[in-house]
């Protein structure tokens, strides 16, 4: 990772999560550029698994330095909703997405990776490249963001035949999104 400023943030959220057993892996722009070609981010997306009674623990352990709301953590944690920290030293933000169980999504956490950051020598999980691909291009049917595009076609592009690909169309074709995942290996591998 380049960015010592979302290495440093990962330095102080990732113990407290690691702490409670609670589930987690680094997606959004943190990942994709990790795999392919760097982007600027603004924040660092992490997807959980937790109890509403982990959320509550976990709003108290945060660092001081991080604005949070405990209610809206705890929220998150019933409805598998969103929520976020804000960090006050850096001003990044931090969104936590609570995932709910499902297919896809254990598969996501299983195939999920230790990185290790520098400088901190801090290990994380970080969402597999293949899924986080997948996670771009569900984004991208919900929002029409044509950013969530070119961090999937970055990553197909860099990692082209070292991806799996038969892990890569059978869950497209459960997602509905197997014109988009063809269209994008068209244009990853030329």
């Given amino acids: 990772m380049n960015d010592p400023l979302i290495a440093e943030v990962l330095a102080e959220v990732?113990?407290?999560?690691?702490?409670?057993?609670?589930?987690?892996?680094?997606?959004?722009?943190?990942?994709?550029?990790?795999?392919?070609?760097?982007?600027?981010?603004?924040?660092?997306?992490?997807?959980?698994?937790?109890?509403?009674?982990?959320?509550?623990?976990?709003?108290?352990?945060?660092?001081?330095r991080f604005y949070r709301d405990a209610e809206a953590i705890a929220e998150a944690a019933v409805s598998h909703g969103m929520t976020n920290l804000i960090d006050?030293?850096?001003?990044?933000?931090?969104?936590?997405?609570?995932?709910?169980?499902?297919?896809?999504?254990?598969?996501i956490?299983?195939?999920?990776?230790?990185?290790?950051?520098?400088?901190?020598?801090?290990?994380?999980?970080?969402?597999?490249?293949?899924?986080?691909?997948?996670m771009k291009l569900d984004w991208r049917r919900d929002s029409g963001s044509h950013k969530q595009w070119d961090n999937a076609l970055s990553v197909a592009r860099t990692l082209g035949a070292r991806l799996d690909w038969g892990y890569l169309h059978a869950q497209a074709s459960n997602l509905g999104l197997s014109s988009d995942l063809d269209r994008l290996r068209r244009e990853a591998m030329g």
């Fill in 14 to 64: 990732v113990p407290t999560l690691e702490a409670e057993g609670i589930e987690y892996a680094v997606t959004g722009s943190v990942a994709s550029s990790i795999y392919g070609e760097p982007a600027a981010s603004f924040d660092v997306d992490i997807i959980v698994r937790m109890t509403p009674e982990q959320a509550r623990r976990i709003a108290q352990r945060f660092p001081s």
């Fill in 109 to 134: 956490l299983r195939r999920r990776s230790l990185m290790r950051s520098e400088p901190h020598s801090r290990t994380f999980y970080i969402v597999s490249p293949e899924d986080i691909i997948l």
């Fill in 88 to 107: 006050m030293k850096t001003g990044l933000k931090v969104d936590l997405s609570v995932m709910p169980a499902g297919a896809w999504r254990d598969d």
